[in-house]
Nanobody
Framework: QVELVESGGGSVTAGGSLKIACKAP?????MAWFRQAPGKEREGVAG????????????VYAGAVKGRFTISRDNTKTIMYLEMSDLKPEDTALYYC??????????????????????WGQGTQVTVSS
């Protein structure tokens, strides 16, 4: 059983910043961040498209967070981060880490698609108040 563990969520006021992390038990070719707000479907926030290596993959963001969020991974490929700035109340959601071992090319759409990922964490709550 693969266990992804998210951490770093919390409550901030609008305009604030948070950094959340995801720890995987081993290195995965693909990891991404998703979020789900109450009453809404889970949506892709940030991921990596391209080939399944750190050197040949590139960050992709959902339009709503582009320019405010930054995704990154450490060199071991076991820890992924999401730095969030200028947070808005509409960013309030449960943020999930997802992973899959796919080496083949992944498009920008696939990188942010729930269906493409096999392993999921339990989520970390991010709450932004106005």
């Amino acid at each position: 059983q693969v266990e992804l563990v998210e951490s770093g969520g919390g409550s901030v006021t609008a305009g604030g910043s948070l950094k959340i992390a995801c720890k995987a038990p081993g290195d995965f070719y693909r990891m991404a961040w998703f979020r789900q707000a109450p009453g809404k479907e889970r949506e892709g926030v940030a991921g990596f498209y391209g080939y399944g290596s750190v050197e040949a993959s590139y960050a992709v963001y959902a339009g709503a967070v582009k320019g405010r969020f930054t995704i990154s991974r450490d060199n071991t490929k076991t820890i992924m981060y999401l730095e969030m700035s200028d947070l808005k109340p509409e960013d309030t959601a449960l943020y999930y880490c997802a992973a899959v071992n796919r080496v083949a090319w992944m498009t920008t759409i696939e990188a942010l698609s729930v269906a493409e990922y096999k392993y999921w964490g339990q989520g970390t709550q991010v709450t932004v108040s106005s």
